[in-house]
């Protein structure tokens, strides 16, 4: 299994889940046009949660890349 940085895995996820539409527009299932665009949390905050997730560990242990995916999700619900 090949060796990928969460910063490559994240550059592939908005790449393949997060770009706009035809025409830079965000788009609904069924093509319409999005009433604006997802607020996505910033770098920082889902750093600081993420960080926070490790901590409540005991500072042991887990996974920097889950971390990240946990904060992110977490902090894109909350929207």
Request: hydrophobic residues 30%; proline residues 6%; without cysteine.
């Amino acid at each position: 299994m090949p060796y990928y940085s969460v910063r490559t895995h994240l550059q592939r996820h908005y790449r393949d889940h997060d770009s706009p539409g035809a025409g830079g527009v965000y788009r609904t299932a069924g093509g319409a046009p999005a009433k604006s665009a997802p607020a996505a949390p910033s770098h920082h905050e889902i750093a600081a949660l993420a960080y926070s997730y490790w901590e409540a560990r005991g500072r042991q242990g887990g996974s920097q890349l889950e971390d990240w995916l946990r904060a992110e999700r977490d902090l894109r619900q909350k929207d």
